[in-house]
């Protein structure tokens, strides 16, 4: 991993709600991260395992969506080795000045020539059922970005705005923007949009509370992105939080004894004592399914 944030980064973060990093991963890994889209978006899973979301495949996905899978580093040891990387996680949680960090959830999103916008929203509005309910997302463009191509948009300072409840359409709305321009109304200010052109490999982390979206891919060629959802290590399930729903996918990994985040399924890619999850590296070198 080529990212370690400066004391500049941390500070550009932590003002934005953002940072636009140039790269994160060397070239070399691209191609092998193409060819694992293209597998689990067909349904090819290497390891044997599903991924807990799978939200669009060749054949029955709506081609005018962006297609998007969830947890794929369960199903393929490509992009696990970008979501479990413990030299990408060190550099998270060094940005954030966090203990340690745990990936929460990974997304593949995929949006094609002439697909749809993806509606303007928080992470954590949706992403709040742990406490620490701190969230950091980092998003990798595995195909150069333009504005003319959907890419990611920010809004800046937006993370100190009022923490709102979801609201919208996500998938292909109308008016991608609405949600946040009502509650940059509601805030009494201008939003102020920041696009994140970068060269494949590059991409960007943002805040769980920064309002963020993307616009049609009008381009010729492909936009797809790998994003690692993290949270920090000390997390746990908040029953606080619950009235508000887990929903049926992660509240099936709550213990039913206790609110640790089993590391099964959330593990840790680094602590700043040198431990991570012990079975990562194991799995990780794995050839083939387990």
């Known amino acids: 991993m080529l990212f370690t944030p400066t004391d500049r980064n941390k500070l550009d973060y932590s003002e934005q709600g953002f940072l636009v990093v140039d790269e994160i991963l060397p070239s070399k890994q691209l191609l ?13 899973f290497e390891t044997g395992v ?14 005018s969506l962006t297609r998007q899978v969830c947890n794929g580093w369960k199903a393929n040891r490509s992009i696990a080795r970008v979501v479990l990387s413990e030299a990408l996680g060190r550099s ?10 745990r990936i929460m959830i990974d997304n593949l999103l995929s949006k094609p020539p ?41 809004v800046t300072h937006s993370h100190e705005w009022q923490q709102d409840s979801p609201s919208g359409e996500f998938h292909g709305p109308d ?16 939003p102020q949009i920041a696009y994140v052109e970068v060269k494949a490999g590059g991409g960007s ?11 049609a891919n009008d381009s010729a060629l492909p936009r797809r992105a790998l994003v690692l959802h993290l949270m920090r ?3 746990e399930y908040d029953p606080t939080k619950f009235e508000q729903g ?5 509240s099936r990994y709550k213990h039913l004894a206790d609110n640790q985040l089993d590391e099964n399924y959330f593990p840790i890619l680094w602590h700043e004592d040198g431990s991570r999850t012990k079975a990562l590296d194991d799995y990780l070198a794995s050839p083939g399914p387990v």
Not at 36 to 43: E, K, L, P
Not at 92 to 101: D, R, S
């Open 175 to 190: 008016d991608y923007r609405q949600p946040m321009h009502h509650a940059a109304e509601s805030q009494g200010v201008e």
């Open 32 to 44: 092998q991260l193409h060819q694992a889209f293209d597998d689990v978006f067909n349904g090819t």
């Open 246 to 250: 887990i929903g049926p996918t992660y």
């Open 50 to 63: 599903t991924p807990d979301e799978v939200n669009w495949q060749y054949g029955t996905g709506d081609p």
């Open 205 to 215: 982390v943002h805040h769980g509370w920064t309002w963020h979206g993307s616009g």
């Open 92 to 101: 998270v949680a060094q940005l954030a000045g966090w203990p340690g960090v």
């Open 114 to 154: 002439g697909a749809r916008s993806l509606g303007y929203h928080q992470d954590s509005a949706y992403l709040s059922w742990f406490s620490p309910s701190d969230l950091i997302s980092c998003w990798i463009a595995l195909d150069d970005t333009t504005r003319s191509g959907g890419t990611l948009e920010f």
């Open 233 to 235: 290590c000390d997390a």
